[in-house]
């Protein structure tokens, strides 16, 4: 089942001789359950492409469709509730608030949403994340590697459409590198979760589904790594 479909997406950065193309008719799409890698060099536009399907940055032109919506064709209030349900977001530097502990970050989408905790999916997912007896510990307790697993708590935890990646191992060293890489592989086949996760790593990459390489705002390849 299609959960995810990219139809001849731009995005230009200013105006006639000064315009810069960050992306350049990107066309793809990507099944439920699919575990995705986008590489590419600084400046390609993978960060621009990621930013526009989790709806925080919109097209200049093209289409977006996530579990059968028109993302861009929404207005503002739907797409609100529509980042916050149907998008999961895994940062590079964590993004946690400072002063709220591993429950409340974990729970703060479900909140925000002004719905009710799942207190039986925080349970499976912190003993997941590994989590357990550091419930209350706020961000300043944990380590690096413990911070991030917060953070994937946090965006599996509404159980959104996708789960999208922005070089989840960038600030870890190696061994929290691999830790949060089989994380993330957990999620996607215990929960079945749609990720897409973008690296500049091809290690980390090849530990994915598929590979997407993006150069220059086009793909360059698209293949499938696992079977």
Excluded: C, W
């Excluded at 925080?56 to 503002?76: A, C, I, L, N």
């Excluded at 429950?103 to 912190?126: C, Q, Y």
Aim: zero cysteines; proline letters at 3%; a negative charge.
């Amino acid at each position: 089942m299609e959960i995810l479909k990219v139809e001849n997406l731009t995005k230009v950065y200013g105006t006639g001789e000064n315009a810069v193309h960050a992306l350049d008719g990107v066309s793809f799409s990507v099944e439920q359950g699919e575990f995705v890698a986008i590489i590419g060099p600084s400046g390609s536009g993978k960060s621009t492409l990621l930013h526009i399907l989790g709806a925080v940055d919109e097209p200049t032109s093209g289409k977006v469709t996530m579990d059968g919506k028109d993302v861009f064709s929404q207005k503002e209030e739907a797409l609100a509730v529509f980042r916050r349900r149907q998008v999961g977001l895994i940062y590079q530097f964590y993004n946690l608030i400072p002063v709220l502990d591993v429950k409340e970050n974990i729970t703060l989408p479900v909140l925000m949403d002004g719905r009710k905790v799942n207190e039986s999916r925080l349970a499976e997912m912190v003993k997941m994340l590994g989590l357990e007896g550091r419930e209350g510990h706020l961000p300043n307790q944990l380590s690096g590697g413990q911070q991030q697993r917060v953070s994937i708590g946090r965006a599996l935890m509404n159980a959104p459409a996708v789960v999208l990646a922005d070089e989840p191992t960038g600030n870890l060293d190696s061994k929290n590198s691999q830790d949060i890489m089989h994380l993330l592989r957990e999620s996607n086949e215990k929960f079945h979760q749609t990720l897409i996760m973008i690296t500049h790593d091809e290690n980390i990459a090849l530990q994915a589904d598929r590979i997407i390489a993006i150069e220059d705002g086009k793909i360059t390849r698209d293949e499938v790594n696992r079977l």
